[in-house]
């Protein structure tokens, strides 16, 4: 893929700003709401944002190190590697539909857990610190530096492709937290 660097970095930079509004929201909603799960198997309000906690943990202190290193951009045009481009398209939701679903690793998989509202708090607090990294990176060069990924110490990414696939990753998982409303206020319409 190549894209201007600023309308790519702008896309994502609008991302975060609905994920991070869409959130705010979620903190105004009663624990049963956020602990509510459409089967024992399904993952509930507060999991998937401890999920993306657990990626951001990881990952934004990656993401600041490495922009602290890169050289300003030479060029205004973005190029994506292969295999980083692949990623962020894996994780990308469609027409709000996930289209390849995959299951988490199970350091990544917070099904049961005993999870409260702080869990919000500490999410908004990250997509803070994604807003910060996604402005920093408008002049820096994301082709050079590598960033490691949680599946595998050997294979590293592009630092914008990294970027990239994060906010995708967010994404995806904000969608089924909408799915996961949508549901509930259906059930309890069927149940009135």
């Known amino acids: 893929m190549k894209i201007d660097q600023k309308q790519f970095l702008r896309s994502l930079l609008q991302n975060l700003q609905e994920e991070l509004t869409q959130t705010q929201d979620l903190e105004k909603l009663p624990i049963d709401t956020l602990q509510f799960r459409k089967n024992e198997k399904a993952w509930n309000i507060l999991e998937c944002l401890y999920h993306l906690n657990l990626y951001g ?10 922009l602290t290193k890169a050289q300003p951009k030479k060029r205004d045009v973005y190029r994506s590697g292969w295999l980083g481009n692949y990623f962020a398209n894996s994780m990308k939701p469609t027409a709000q539909k996930v289209k390849n679903k995959m299951p988490s690793p199970k350091d990544k998989n917070p099904l049961g857990l005993p999870l409260e509202k702080d869990i919000i708090s500490t999410r908004i607090k990250q997509l803070n610190e994604l807003i910060e990294v996604v402005n920093k990176a408008q002049e820096k060069d994301l082709e050079k530096k590598r960033c ?41 319409q069927l149940n009135s």
């Open 148 to 188: 490691p990924i949680t599946i595998s110490k050997f294979i590293t990414l592009q630092l914008g492709d990294t970027i990239h696939f994060i906010i995708n990753h967010e994404e995806r998982h904000m969608l089924q937290v909408k799915k996961i409303l949508i549901y509930k206020e259906e059930l309890e």
């Open 57 to 66: 943990e990881f990952y934004i202190p990656h993401f600041l190190r490495l």
